[in-house]
C-alpha cells in the first residue's frame, strides 16, 4: 500500500515522504480491504507453494475538496493471466464530527478536518455488509450516531458502487 498526497490535491500537502495522514490513509484502505476479505487470496496462487500474485495498491490523492471528487476507474491490461477475483467493492465513508457531535460532515475536506473532533470512518459494501470501522481522534461517540453513520455509509456505498 503506498499513499501519496499530491499538492494538486491541496496546497498544504508536500511532495515527498508520505505524512502521517497519508500512512494512516493507507492503513484505513488496507484493513478495508483485508476485513472485508473482498479479494480472493487463494486466486492469487499460481503454483502452490511456489509462485503467488502479489497485490500493491498506488493511492494518489487529486482532490482533497471533499463531496465534489468524481470517480474515474482506470483498468490495466494483463496479458496471460486470470483475473483477479474479487468478491465485492468496499467503499469507506469517513464522517466528521464538530461541535461535540452536533454537526457530521460527510467526506470532510482538509479544512474541515482542521476542525474536527474527531472522525470516523466506515467500510461497507454494496449489500451494507460492515467490512470495517475506525473512530479516530476526539471523544467517544454514542451508539445512536454510529448507527445513523452506518445507515448513511450504506447508502453512498451502493451509490459509489454503482458508479463504478
Do not use: Y
Not at 65 to 74: F, N, R
Not at 85 to 100: C, E, K
Not at 122 to 127: K, V
Not at 140 to 161: E, H, N, P, Y
Amino acid at each position: 500500500m503506498f499513499t501519496e498526497f499530491s499538492p494538486m490535491a491541496d496546497p498544504s500537502f508536500e511532495v515527498g515522504r508520505p505524512g502521517e495522514s497519508a500512512v494512516k490513509l493507507g492503513r484505513i484502505v488496507d484493513r478495508g480491504l483485508r476485513e472485508s476479505r473482498a479479494i480472493d487470496t487463494k486466486s492469487l496462487c499460481v503454483i502452490a507453494g511456489k509462485w503467488v500474485w502479489s497485490v500493491r495498491i498506488d493511492l494518489h490523492i487529486l482532490d482533497n475538496g471533499g463531496l465534489g471528487c468524481s470517480i474515474d476507474i482506470l483498468k490495466a491490461i494483463v496479458k496471460e493471466s486470470l483475473p483477479l477475483i474479487v468478491h465485492h467493492l468496499p467503499i469507506a465513508v469517513t464522517f466528521a464530527f464538530i461541535g461535540n457531535q452536533s454537526i457530521v460532515i460527510i467526506d470532510p475536506s482538509h479544512l474541515e478536518e482542521a476542525v474536527m473532533g474527531g472522525k470516523l470512518t466506515a467500510t461497507l459494501n454494496t449489500n451494507g455488509d460492515v467490512c470495517a470501522i475506525q473512530k479516530a481522534g476526539g471523544e467517544g461517540v454514542l451508539q445512536s450516531v454510529v448507527m445513523q453513520c452506518l445507515r448513511i455509509a450504506s447508502v453512498k456505498a451502493a451509490d459509489i458502487t454503482g458508479k463504478i
